[in-house]
T-cell receptor, first 117, second 112 residues
Framework: DTEVTQTPKHLVMGMTNKKSLKCEQHMGHRAMYWYKQKAKKPPELMFVYSYEKLSINESVPSRFSPECPNSSLLNLHLHALQPEDSALYLC????????????????FGEGSRLTVL | GESVGLHLPTLSVQEGDNSIINCAYSNSASDYFIWYKQESGKGPQFIIDIRSNMDKRQGQRVTVLLNKTVKHLSLQIAATQPGDSAVYFCAENGAAGNKLTFGGGTRVLVKP
């Protein structure tokens, strides 16, 4: 199984809503990532978890709250978002975080497309 | 600062011809580079990677070339097919090595 599964595929929410994006992988990877991708732009790193601990936060606003309940799951909790937060949110995983050159590539899910009204 | 960029935003190619996509990077400490393909509505899909101790790596119909002297990376696709139509991103692992930074992307359009 070499898949990263993300749910939901599409999400529409108002600025006062609270919602969550979910990501799951069963490859035994110990590093998991959240990327944000705006239309016609490259993915931008948001968070990195290593062995279920937050390792990198790329100065993401607190209205985005990541959570890693176990080694297979990664959540992104959303609260009080702005319309400019509308984007494709991509989850990825890799064997570990020590050095990507040693662990090989990142495996990406198909993303959750978020629209904030 | 760190940056990974591409020279051509859109590449139109005739079916059956070869495609070349270029990428410039600025972080000389990067030692791992990946090309990803992203089709409409999907996540990035790994195509091929190369480590800094290599100049060239070949896969099935794809070749990646790395020129560390000028910090340049290219992806060559042989006999381009309609299914190759997508946006292609290069990515590098940066000084710390533990996260990928993506370039701006090149859209490849294959004409029948």
């Amino acid at each position: 199984d070499t898949e990263v599964t993300q749910t939901p595929k599409h999400l529409v929410m108002g600025m006062t809503n609270k919602k969550s994006l979910k990501c799951e992988q069963h490859m035994g990877h110990r590093a998991m990532y959240w990327y944000k991708q705006k239309a016609k732009k490259p993915p931008e790193l948001m968070f990195v978890y290593s062995y279920e601990k937050l390792s990198i936060n790329e100065s993401v606003p607190s209205r985005f709250s990541p959570e890693c309940p176990n080694s297979s799951l990664l959540n992104l909790h959303l609260h009080a978002l702005q319309p400019e937060d509308s984007a494709l949110y991509l989850c990825a995983s890799s064997q570990d975080i020590s050095r990507i050159s040693n662990t090989g590539e990142l495996f990406f899910g198909e993303g959750s497309r978020l629209t904030v009204l | 600062g760190e940056s990974v960029g591409l020279h051509l935003p859109t590449l139109s190619v005739q079916e059956g011809d070869n495609s070349i996509i270029n990428c410039a990077y600025s972080n000389s400490a990067s030692d791992y580079f990946i090309w990803y393909k992203q089709e409409s509505g999907k996540g990035p899909q790994f195509i091929i990677d190369i480590r800094s101790n290599m100049d060239k790596r070949q896969g099935q119909r794809v070749t990646v070339l790395l020129n560390k002297t000028v910090k340049h990376l290219s992806l060559q696709i042989a006999a381009t097919q309609p299914g190759d139509s997508a946006v292609y991103f290069c990515a590098e692992n940066g000084a710390a090595g533990n996260k990928l930074t993506f370039g701006g992307g090149t859209r490849v359009l294959v004409k029948p």
